[in-house]
């Protein structure tokens, strides 16, 4: 009888303290955060954009893309994701942000400024003349395109004052090669390369510097008239480049059939 007592005991016990056990168990749950609309992913994403919170406002927009694809709020996260790798400096994500926007929505109202940052993505990512030339010529793709899909936004007028930058070191890169090629005497090479820079531009120092390095070729090819005329046209159309002395040295020199010194200039 007693042994039934103490057991009935400990049984009230437990239902008196299974109540509160229950209660601790269910508030020291963490409450998970309501599910966030695309709009709110989109504004909180937006909002840490403009106060420079790069990491934040691509953890946002990723987020939105990633629950909400088919969002009315979609496109504009995908751009805003794209500025914001951007705005960070990672110009290979946002080259390939920028990318997947232009596919994905091709017929959107910003895609000719879409077009612009993707060739300045390339812009911010091209290396010095001696180096490898890839994200050049990607820029230079970029912005041909954008001027040719988009000949009157304002942002083909952009695009075509960077196209300009681009080219000039496309050519600085082919004039520094041809240089080397010259030097250990593959003048056929040199030409090509030397043709090559000079096509690119046509105008200002990096023109004339082609064209210079052009007629020392031609001439160790044997090919004096054209030689001379490269010569000629240094000096006639690019009287403000600062080598262009060298060039009318080279001219008298071969109007007077005296053999020049060679000099390797790098």
Request: charged residues 35%.
């Given at each position: 009888?007693?042994?039934?007592t103490?057991n009935?005991k400990?049984?009230?016990?437990?239902?008196?303290i299974?109540p509160f056990l229950?209660?601790c168990?269910?508030?020291g749950?963490?409450?998970g955060?309501?599910t966030e609309?695309?709009?709110?992913?989109?504004?909180s994403?937006?909002q840490?954009?403009?106060?420079?919170?790069?990491g934040t406002a691509?953890e946002r927009?990723?987020?939105?893309?990633?629950?909400s694809?088919?969002?009315e709020?979609s496109?504009?996260?995908r751009?805003g994701?794209a500025?914001?790798?951007?705005?960070?400096g990672d110009?290979?994500?946002a080259?390939q942000?920028?990318?997947?926007?232009l596919?994905?929505?091709?017929l959107s109202?910003?895609s000719?400024?879409?077009q612009y940052?993707?060739?300045?993505?390339?812009y911010?990512?091209?290396?010095?003349?001696?180096?490898?030339q890839s994200?050049?010529e990607k820029?230079?793709?970029?912005?041909?395109?954008?001027i040719?899909?988009?000949?009157?936004?304002?942002w083909a007028?952009r695009?075509s004052?960077?196209?300009k930058?681009?080219r000039?070191?496309l050519a600085?890169?082919d004039?520094?090669?041809?240089?080397?090629?010259?030097?250990v005497k593959?003048?056929k090479?040199a030409k090509?390369r030397?043709?090559?820079?000079?096509?690119?531009v046509k105008n200002?120092?990096?023109?004339?510097e082609?064209?210079?390095w052009?007629g020392?070729t031609y001439?160790?090819?044997?090919e004096?008239?054209k030689?001379?005329?490269c010569?000629r046209?240094?000096?006639?159309e690019?009287?403000?480049?600062?080598?262009?002395?060298?060039a009318e040295?080279?001219?008298?020199?071969l109007?007077?059939?005296k053999k020049r010194?060679?000099f390797?200039f790098f």
């Amino acid at each position: 009888m007693e042994k039934e007592t103490q057991n009935m005991k400990r049984l009230v016990v437990l239902l008196l303290i299974l109540p509160f056990l229950s209660g601790c168990l269910f508030w020291g749950k963490k409450k998970g955060n309501p599910t966030e609309s695309p709009e709110e992913l989109y504004k909180s994403g937006e909002q840490a954009l403009f106060s420079r919170k790069f990491g934040t406002a691509k953890e946002r927009f990723k987020k939105l893309l990633e629950s909400s694809p088919e969002s009315e709020f979609s496109r504009t996260a995908r751009l805003g994701l794209a500025e914001a790798y951007y705005r960070d400096g990672d110009y290979e994500e946002a080259a390939q942000a920028y990318q997947d926007y232009l596919e994905l929505h091709p017929l959107s109202p910003n895609s000719d400024y879409v077009q612009y940052k993707l060739g300045m993505c390339y812009y911010k990512l091209m290396l010095p003349p001696d180096r490898d030339q890839s994200y050049t010529e990607k820029a230079i793709r970029a912005f041909e395109k954008l001027i040719r899909i988009y000949p009157t936004s304002p942002w083909a007028l952009r695009g075509s004052q960077i196209l300009k930058e681009c080219r000039e070191r496309l050519a600085q890169h082919d004039i520094y090669v041809g240089k080397f090629y010259y030097k250990v005497k593959e003048y056929k090479a040199a030409k090509l390369r030397f043709l090559s820079a000079y096509n690119q531009v046509k105008n200002g120092e990096v023109a004339a510097e082609a064209l210079y390095w052009l007629g020392k070729t031609y001439e160790e090819l044997g090919e004096k008239e054209k030689a001379m005329e490269c010569y000629r046209k240094v000096v006639k159309e690019y009287g403000m480049w600062g080598d262009v002395d060298k060039a009318e040295d080279a001219l008298e020199a071969l109007k007077k059939g005296k053999k020049r010194k060679k000099f390797i200039f790098f």
